[in-house]
């Protein structure tokens, strides 16, 4: 089974995580930095995947090493993508970033944004 074939999964998350957004008052109609997360432990298989999801059209940032609890390392990058929360462009996303995890034997591992309403100061929420 291959990480596309579980995009449903990553469909419903979507969905969940918009619901709870905006009934928390996040903003309907603000346009949302949403950062998906790509990991492998062999960088050179992470730093096709970074260039794969550059040429799709999205924002990559440089890979980082990080140290899990068990002592080994991982490396990983953010995708970034300025959207709406809208399902279809985010589950647009999914598909594309699942095959190109698929196609370079990296893990994909969710996304996440800020949520973005009355009283949240933004120089706040940019610091995070």
């Not at 074939?5 to 346009?31: H, K, P």
């Not at 997360?37 to 960088?43: E, N, P, R, V």
Request: hydrophobic share 35%; proline share 0%.
């Amino acid at each position: 089974m291959t990480q596309f074939d579980e995009r449903t999964e990553w469909y419903e998350f979507n969905q969940e995580t918009i619901d709870a957004l905006l009934s928390d008052g996040s903003e309907a109609d603000a346009t949302y930095t949403i950062e998906h997360h790509m990991a492998c432990k062999d960088f050179d298989l992470l730093e096709k995947a970074a260039v794969d999801s550059f040429k799709a059209g999205f924002e990559v940032t440089d890979a980082e090493e990080v140290y899990l609890d068990d002592g080994g390392t991982v490396f990983c990058f953010d995708i970034i993508a300025e959207r709406q929360l809208e399902r279809e462009a985010l589950d647009k996303d999914i598909d594309t970033l699942l095959q190109i995890a698929d196609k370079h034997n990296v893990h994909y591992d969710g996304w996440g944004t800020y949520f973005i309403g009355d009283g949240v100061d933004d120089s706040d929420a940019e610091e995070e």
